[in-house]
């Protein structure tokens, strides 16, 4: 069971948004604020979005990210094949002192 | 170029001792902090273990504390992670990933390819 909550999958087709949450309490995103990270088949993860909606430099501006409260969204326009991947949120956690991440969503692109 | 590869897996006994470790590469080691974070095959991340660029700050996850411990040789640049009294629950890729701020916290800027670590009978 995930500290951080999001939903096992999303979906969308190519050139749609879609949006993905992430839900925590008071101790992590409450907080702190949120990283996302994108996993491709295969591959290690890499970071997408840091300090909940700044991108390293390399990721496309049709990614973004924001917080409010205890949740957190990331948000991918123009979808493309190639955003096919699973999606982890991750969040430091005052009261587990460490970061905890959410358990993924699997996005595919039909 | 940001490499960290890591090295150290494989097939170890219930109850045994495995050390992994991880070369670093590309940028000023001592300047950062690191963390390994592992996954179960087909399964989330969790993060294992993290430690600051000069080991004064250390932290393991809720399930590996006082079996597992990290550490680094910045003359090295290696970070490494001793893991002892292995359960079968401990199998996953084990991943070094690099923090972009001096003590750990939540960002892993870069990660390495990972180190699979089998724990069985």
């Known amino acids: 069971q995930s500290v951080l909550t999001q939903p096992p999958s999303a979906s969308g087709t190519p050139g749609q948004r879609v949006t993905i949450s992430c839900s925590g309490s008071?101790?992590?995103?409450?907080?702190?604020?949120v990283n996302w990270y994108q996993q491709l088949p295969g591959t290690a993860p890499k970071l997408l979005i840091h300090?909940?909606?700044q991108r390293p430099s390399g990721v496309p501006d049709r990614v973004s990210g924001s917080r409010s409260g205890t949740s957190a969204s990331l948000a991918i326009s123009g979808l493309q094949s190639e955003d096919e991947a699973d999606y982890y949120c991750?969040?430091?956690?005052?009261?587990?002192?460490?970061?905890?991440f959410g358990g993924g969503t699997k996005l595919t692109v039909l | 170029e940001v490499q960290v590869v890591e090295s150290g897996g494989g097939l170890v006994q219930p109850g045994g001792s495995l050390r992994l470790s991880c070369a670093a590469s590309?940028?000023?080691?001592?300047?950062?902090?690191m963390h390994w974070v592992r996954q179960v095959p087909g399964k989330g991340l969790e993060w294992v273990a993290g430690?600051?660029?000069?080991?004064?700050?250390?932290g393991y996850g809720d399930s590996v504390k006082g079996r597992f411990t990290i550490s680094r040789d910045n003359a090295k640049n290696s970070l490494y992670l001793q893991m002892n009294s292995l359960r079968a629950e401990d199998t996953a890729f084990y991943y070094c990933?690099?923090?972009?701020?001096?003590?750990?916290?939540?960002?892993?800027?870069?990660w390495g390819q990972g180190t699979l670590v089998t724990v069985s009978s």
């Open positions: 990933a690099k923090d972009p701020s001096s003590d750990y916290y939540s960002v892993f800027d870069y």
């Open positions: 590309g940028f000023t080691f001592h300047v950062y902090a």
């Open positions: 430690i600051s660029w000069n080991s004064g700050s250390r």
């Open positions: 008071s101790s992590n995103i409450g907080s702190n604020t």
């Open positions: 300090t909940s909606n």
């Open positions: 991750a969040a430091w956690d005052d009261s587990l002192k460490g970061p905890v």
